[in-house]
T-cell receptor, first 114, second 112 residues
């Protein structure tokens, strides 16, 4: 079946602009995660959704970052007033809920803030 | 705070030269330890889940083992196509947020 889909694959924006990153999870997966990965580092947790609600947003670095999942499927990560330090690969992952279901990742959106 | 470290940071092997990668973790209670493979420009690809000390999982040339403090990913007779970054992650029993904590990864290069 189809895997996790993320769009766009690349996004270049100017400092101060607003960006939206989209994630389409695997059908039937109720849990959805956003991670951020900088070069040479492991993925860093941002936010976790269970269904439509954000069950844990403790990884969001500040209030410029916000994410939604209005219908419990597709999610959008929104970044306001982008800064050069926001440049990274933003990864989305989904999984079944409960037990130890592994995360299944998309290929990420590479965000570059100039 | 849950922590994961990995060593070495980078490893170069000749084709056929077996070795092991280490993942050390600190969690209050381990729910599961996960190994992933990541190719350049791609998202991490799931390899194994380990739940308790003494458990082992195998897939082709890879074998993952788990103790109470660390996990090893053994690579037997590697091939150039095994070149990738290998990530481990833990999920803690008391992690209300259910999130997975990742280590920084080991970059493996297998030379022909």
């Amino acid at each position: 079946g189809a895997g996790v889909s993320q769009t766009p694959s690349n996004k270049v924006t100017e400092k101060g602009k607003y960006v939206e990153l989209r994630c389409d999870p695997i059908s039937g997966h109720t849990a959805l995660y956003w991670y951020r990965q900088s070069l040479g580092q492991g993925p860093e947790f941002l936010i976790y959704f269970q269904g439509t609600g954000a069950a844990d947003d403790s990884g969001l670095p500040n209030d410029r970052f916000f994410a939604v999942r209005p219908e419990g499927s597709v999610s959008t990560l929104k970044i306001q007033r982008t800064e050069r330090g926001d440049s990274a690969v933003y990864l989305c992952a989904s999984s079944f809920t409960g037990g130890n279901s592994p995360l299944h990742f998309g290929n990420g959106t590479r965000l570059t803030v100039t | 705070e849950d922590q994961v470290t990995q060593s070495p940071e980078a490893l170069r092997l000749q084709e056929g030269e077996s070795s092991s990668l280490n993942c050390s973790y600190t969690v209050s209670g381990l729910r599961g330890l996960f190994w992933y493979r990541q190719d350049p420009g791609k998202g991490p690809e799931f390899l194994f889940t380990l739940y308790s000390a003494g458990e082992e999982k195998e897939k082709e040339r890879l074998k993952a083992t788990l103790t109470k403090k660390e996990s090893f990913l053994h690579i037997t007779a590697p091939k150039p196509e095994d070149s990738a970054t290998y990530l481990c992650a833990v999920r803690a029993v008391d992690n209300y947020g259910q999130n997975f904590v990742f280590g920084p990864g080991t970059r493996l290069s297998v030379l022909p």
